[in-house]
C-alpha cells in the first residue's frame, strides 16, 4: 500500500473526533499527516450517547442537518420513584448527532485540510530509538509495514495501548471506567423529541446515569454506564434490558452495542518524547458526565496544533507545552467536574428523590444545571464553591 | 512474589478467558488491563497470555459478561 510505503511529518492513530480533528489541526500548519484507523469505516461502529453541547460543536464544525438527529431545548431528570424534574434550555442548546455521519465529515475536513487517512490498519507496535518514538508499526490486509513519522498521536480511545507501548501508563482504574451498553430504539412513546432524559439511582444504573436521547419521533439513543464496582455483580446489558423492559416494553432495537467511558481525570502524562495523546487515550473525558466528543475534539485540536508547530518549527520539545495547554482550555474544569462527580457518584435513592422533589418547587424558569447542583451537594459547603466555579450560579 | 507469580503459584495456570463469538469489540476490558495482557483488532481479541496476571479487572468491566475465568479454573463471578 503506497500510503504506508513513505514517512511522514505526523501519524495519528484513530480516527475518532480527537483523531480527525488532531490531524486536520495538524495539516493545517503546512505538515505531512497520515491518519491510521483500525476499523474498516471511520464513523463506525459508534459506541456513542451521540449528545453535545452546541458550543463544542461550532468550534469545529458548521452544524450541519445531515448529521443532526435532534436538536435540543430540555432536560429532564428522573428519580428512583418515578418522579421527574425538567430544565428548559435555550433552542437549539444542543444536538443528538448521527456519529456515523459526523465522524466520516471530520473525516472529509481533515482529508480537505491535506492530511492522508487509511481504514482497516491495526497498529501494532510502535518504532522506538530508546524512549523516543519514531513512527508506528502496522499491520493491512496481512502484511507488515514500519511507517516513519517525527511525531505520532495516539487517538486510539479507550482501549488506548500506544501510549503505554511509549513507556505512558495508561490504564484506567476499573471504578472509574464506565462499562455501557447502547441501543438505537424505535417506537418509543411519549418521548419528545427535543429533549435529553436522564435517569439515576440504583435500579436505573448504580454509580452513572440511564440515559434516552432523542433521535427523532418515537426514536431515541437509548443506554447507560455503569461503574467497574457494580460491574463486579451485574452488567451494563443486564440493567438495560430491565429498564427497556420495565419502560419501553414494546421498543424495536435497531442498533445495539457495548461501550466504554473513561470517566476519569486527565492522565498525568500526556505527551512523550515524539508522541502526544488525545480523546479518550489521554482521559479527556469530562468525568462528571462521561461526554467526550467536544473534549476529543478540543484534545485532538491542541494536539494537531502543537505537533504541527514542533515540526515546522524543528523543535520537538514543543510538545511537552500540551499538556498545560490542555489543562488551561479544558483541563482545569475537568478537575472540578470530577470533584462534583465525587460528591454525587455514591448518592443513595432516598437523596436522588429529595432533590427532585426540591428541584420541582424552584420555579421552571429559575432551574438551571447549577441550582440542580447546589441543590444535590447543599450538604457538602465545600463543593458548592466547586459547583460556583464552573456554572457561576 | 508479585500478582502473577502468586495467581501461577495458587492455580498452576492462567484462567481469563474471552467469548470472542459473543464480543462486541469494545475495549473496556483493554483500557483497565494493567498488564496490557489484552489484544483488540477490529473484530477480534485474545489475552496475552504471558502478560495476564488473573486479575479480574476485565471480566468486572465487560458490560457484556463475555470474559469469564475458563472450566479448570475455581474461581467465578457474576
Not at chain 2, 63 to 69: A, G, K, T, Y
Request: hydrophobic share 40%; net charge positive.
Amino acid at each position: 500500500m503506497n500510503l504506508l510505503d513513505k514517512s511522514y511529518d505526523v501519524i495519528v492513530v484513530g480516527a475518532g473526533p480527537a483523531g480527525t480533528v488532531a490531524a486536520r489541526f495538524a495539516a493545517e500548519q503546512g505538515v505531512d499527516v497520515l491518519v491510521l484507523e483500525k476499523d474498516r469505516d471511520v464513523g463506525y461502529p459508534v459506541r456513542c450517547a451521540e449528545a453535545i453541547s452546541k458550543r463544542n460543536v461550532v468550534k469545529f464544525i458548521e452544524p450541519n442537518d445531515k448529521w443532526i438527529a435532534a436538536k435540543i431545548n430540555r432536560f429532564e431528570f428522573v428519580a428512583p420513584n418515578g418522579n421527574s424534574v425538567s430544565m428548559d434550555l435555550e433552542d437549539e442548546s444542543g444536538y443528538v448527532l448521527e456519529r456515523r455521519i459526523f465522524d466520516y465529515e471530520l473525516g472529509l475536513l481533515a482529508s480537505q485540510a491535506g492530511a492522508k487517512i487509511l481504514t482497516r490498519v491495526y497498529v501494532n507496535g510502535l518504532i522506538l530509538e530508546g524512549n523516543k518514538v519514531c513512527g508506528v508499526k502496522a499491520e493491512y490486509r496481512g502484511k507488515q509495514y514500519e511507517i516513519k513519522s517525527k511525531v505520532v498521536i495516539a487517538a486510539d480511545g479507550v482501549e488506548s495501548r500506544v501510549g503505554r507501548w511509549a513507556g505512558i501508563k495508561t490504564h484506567i482504574d476499573f471504578r472509574e471506567m464506565e462499562s455501557c451498553f447502547q441501543v438505537t430504539a424505535g417506537n418509543l412513546e411519549n418521548i419528545d423529541p427535543k429533549t435529553l432524559y436522564f435517569y439515576l439511582g440504583s435500579n436505573y444504573a448504580p454509580n452513572g446515569y440511564f440515559w434516552v436521547f432523542p433521535k427523532g419521533k418515537n426514536i431515541a439513543n437509548v443506554g447507560l454506564g455503569v461503574s467497574g464496582d457494580t460491574g463486579k455483580k451485574r452488567s451494563a446489558l443486564s440493567f438495560l434490558n430491565d429498564n427497556l423492559q420495565k419502560l419501553y416494553p414494546a421498543a424495536s432495537i435497531l442498533t445495539q452495542i457495548a461501550g466504554g467511558v473513561p470517566c476519569a481525570l486527565t492522565l498525568e502524562r500526556i505527551s512523550g518524547d515524539g508522541i502526544l495523546l488525545a480523546g479518550d487515550a489521554a482521559r479527556q473525558v469530562n468525568p462528571l458526565t462521561g461526554g467526550g466528543i467536544g473534549s476529543g475534539m478540543e484534545g485532538g485540536s491542541i494536539a494537531g496544533r502543537i505537533a504541527g508547530e514542533a515540526v515546522r518549527k524543528g523543535d520537538l520539545s514543543l510538545l511537552e507545552n500540551y499538556r498545560d495547554e490542555w489543562m488551561k482550555i479544558r483541563g482545569k474544569n475537568h478537575l472540578i467536574f470530577d470533584k462534583l462527580k465525587d460528591g454525587v457518584f455514591n448518592m443513595r435513592d432516598e437523596q436522588f428523590n429529595a432533590i427532585c422533589e426540591k428541584m420541582q418547587k424552584i420555579p421552571k424558569n429559575k432551574r438551571t444545571l447549577g441550582k440542580l447542583f447546589m441543590t444535590a451537594l447543599a450538604k457538602q459547603p465545600k463543593l458548592l464553591v466547586e459547583v460556583a466555579k464552573v456554572y457561576m450560579v | 512474589m508479585n500478582a502473577k507469580e502468586y495467581r501461577m503459584a495458587k492455580t498452576g495456570k492462567l484462567m481469563i478467558e474471552i467469548l470472542p463469538d459473543k464480543c462486541d469489540f469494545c475495549g473496556c476490558c483493554v483500557g483497565v488491563c494493567p498488564e496490557d495482557a489484552i489484544e483488540l483488532k477490529e473484530a477480534e481479541i485474545f489475552i496475552i497470555d504471558e502478560n495476564c496476571t488473573n486479575c479480574s479487572k476485565c471480566i468486572w468491566a465487560c458490560p457484556i459478561e463475555v470474559i469469564r475465568f475458563n472450566k479448570e479454573g475455581v474461581l467465578k463471578t457474576r
